[in-house]
C-alpha cells in the first residue's frame, strides 16, 4: 500500500520544526540545517540503490554515470544513525558534508557545516526522522524531491519576503513548462532561486521517457551566495548538475547569454528600484533601450528575450503593472510585440505565491514563431478563476488545470494535446475535436493590430472578456473573491500611477530650475 506523500511531509516537518523550537539558531538560520539533512539522506538512498546495481566494488565514475552521487564512507547517513550515544554528531554530519564536497566537484563550498552549532538532543531525533530507508517502501515515483521541494514552500512562507527570493509555486513552474516544452537544449535562469525552473524541466523530461541528463545543460544566476547553494543542492537532490553561480543580473552576464540559450525561464524579482542606470546604459542585452522609470521589470524581460538562440522560448512571471506600463516601458513593449515573437500572455490567479497576494502574469515568447502562421498573434488566457483552495491565503493549481491549460497553448500552435491528467473530458467539451477556439472568459487570440488599437497592452483581461453567467448560477462569496482581487489589482496600479505622476511633477519642477 502507497504511503501518502503529504502524510509523510507533515511529519518531517513537525520533526524539523522540533529544531527552530529547540536550537540556538534565529528562525530564518533553522532551514539550512534541515535541507542539508535531507539533501544527505536522500543522497545516501539514491547511492545504496545504485549500489545493489552496479555493485560493492563499483567506482565513483560509475555511479556518476549512473546519475548518482558517489558517497565515501563517512558520508553514509547509516554510519551516522550508528554512532555511539556520546559521539558528536555535529563533528560528524559536518565531517560527512567534507567528504561530499571532496568527491563531487559541483558541491564544493556549497553544503552547509554548521551542525557543531546544535546538541545532540536536536540532531538525534532529527537524523531517525530524516532515515528515508524506514519510510522509502510506502512511496513511489520522485517522492523524495517532492519531500524537498516542498521545505523550500514551507521555508517561503515562513521566510516572508526572504523565501519569495528562493522559491516559485510548483503549480506555475509546471504550467510554465508544460507549454515551454524544454525537450532538448540549453535552458538559463538568470534569477534561478533554489533551481524549481531546471527540476520541473527535467520532470517534464522525464515525463516523456527520456534522461534529463542527457537532454539539458543547465545554466543559472543568483544574485546571493546563499540561494546559489540551495540551487545547487535542489539541483543534486534531483540527480541534476548544471553552472550556477552567483552574481548580479543588473550588472553581470556571467553565462555570455546574448543569442546562446534554446530556452529560459525566470521568476525575478518585481518591480526592482535603484538600479544604476548609468551602468546599463550600453548593455547589448537591452536591443530595445533602457527603460526611464526606476523599475527593472522591462530589464528583466529584455535580458531573457535576448538570451534566446533564434528558435529559442521563454517563460517569465512578471508583475501585472508590466503589461500595461506607460511611457518608456510601453514603447519597449511595443517593441518587442513588433520584433515578433511575445507568443502567450497567461494571466495567473492571486494568492499563489506565498510572498505576494496580488495575481501575476507570465509572459511566454517563442523566437521560432517569425515566419509562421503566429508571427502576428498572441494568445491571451485568463487562468484567474483557476485554482483550488489550499488555506485561506494560499491557491495553487492542480495538475488537471495545469493539463487543461496547457493544452490551450497546444492547440494553438497546431500541436495535440496530451492528456495524462484527467483534464480531457472537460477539455474536449471546451474546445469540441481539439480545435482551438476563442473562450469568453479564458482565451482569445488576438492580432498586433488588435494589440496596437489596445495600447500595445498586454493585458489578458482586455482581451479575453468574461465568461457569461447564467442568472441561477451566482455564487456570491465566489463574486466577492473576483471583485476583490479586481480591487487589488486596481489598487495596485493606483499605487504605480500616483508615483509616476510625484516623478512627473519632480521632473517639471526640476526642469523649471534649471
Known sequence: ????????????????????????????????????????????????????????????????????????????????????????????????????????????????????RLDNSVLAPLLKAFNFEEIAAGLEGDAFGKVYEYF???????????????????????????????????????????????????????????????????????????????????????????DIRQGNTFYEDIHGSRGKFDFALANPPFNVKGIKKDDIAADPRLPHGVPSTDNGNYLWLQYISSSLNEKGRAGVVMANSASDARGSEQLIRQRMIQSGNVDIMFAASSNLFYTVTLPATV??????????????????????????????????????????????????????????????????????GSVYRDVPGLCKVATRSEIEVQGWSLNPGRYVGVTARATDDFDFSARLGELNEELETLTAEAHELEERISENIQALMDGGKA
Open 1 to 116: 500500500m502507497t504511503t501518502n506523500t503529504s502524510e509523510v511531509e507533515r511529519r518531517l516537518w513537525a520533526a524539523a520544526d522540533n529544531l527552530r523550537a529547540n536550537s540556538k539558531l534565529r528562525s530564518h538560520e533553522y532551514s539550512t540545517p534541515v535541507l542539508g539533512l535531507i539533501f544527505l539522506a536522500y543522497a545516501d538512498h539514491r547511492f545504496q540503490q545504485a549500489q545493489q546495481e552496479l555493485g560493492a566494488d563499483a567506482d565513483p565514475i560509475d555511479f556518476q554515470a549512473e546519475g548518482v552521487m558517489y558517497l565515501p564512507e563517512q558520508a553514509r547517513y547509516r554510519r551516522l544513525l550508528a554512532l555511539p550515544e556520546g559521539a558528536n554528531l555535529g563533528a560528524a554530519i559536518n565531517e560527512a558534508m567534507n567528504a561530499i564536497e571532496t568527491e563531487n566537484d559541483d558541491l564544493k563550498g556549497v553544503l552547509p557545516k554548521i551542525y557543531n
Open 363 to 432: 509572459w511566454f515568447l517563442d523566437n521560432g514563431k517569425r515566419g509562421s502562421a503566429r508571427e502576428d498573434k498572441v494568445l491571451f488566457i485568463d487562468g484567474r478563476h483557476t485554482f483550488v483552495q489550499v488555506t485561506r491565503a494560499i491557491r495553487e493549481m492542480t495538475d488537471e488545470q495545469v493539463e487543461f491549460l496547457a493544452n490551450i497553448a497546444n492547440l494553438y500552435r497546431g500541436e495535440q494535446p496530451e492528456f495524462k491528467h484527467g483534464s480531457r473530458e472537460t477539455f474536449e467539451e471546451t474546445f469540441p
Open 152 to 242: 523550500l514552500g514551507e521555508f517561503a512562507k515562513r521566510e516572508g519576503q526572504l523565501g519569495g527570493e528562493f522559491y516559485t509555486p510548483t503549480s506555475l513552474v509546471k504550467l510554465m513548462v508544460e507549454i515551454m516544452e524544454p525537450f532538448h537544449g540549453r535552458i538559463y535562469d538568470p534569477a534561478c532561486g533554489s533551481g524549481g525552473m531546471f527540476v520541473q524541466s527535467a520532470r517534464f523530461i522525464t515525463e516523456h521517457q527520456k534522461n534529463p541528463t542527457d537532454e539539458l545543460s543547465v545554466f543559472g544566476q543568483e544574485k546571493t551566495a546563499e540561494t546559489v547553494r540551495l540551487a545547487r543542492m535542489n539541483l543534486a537532490v534531483h540527480g541534476l548538475s548544471g
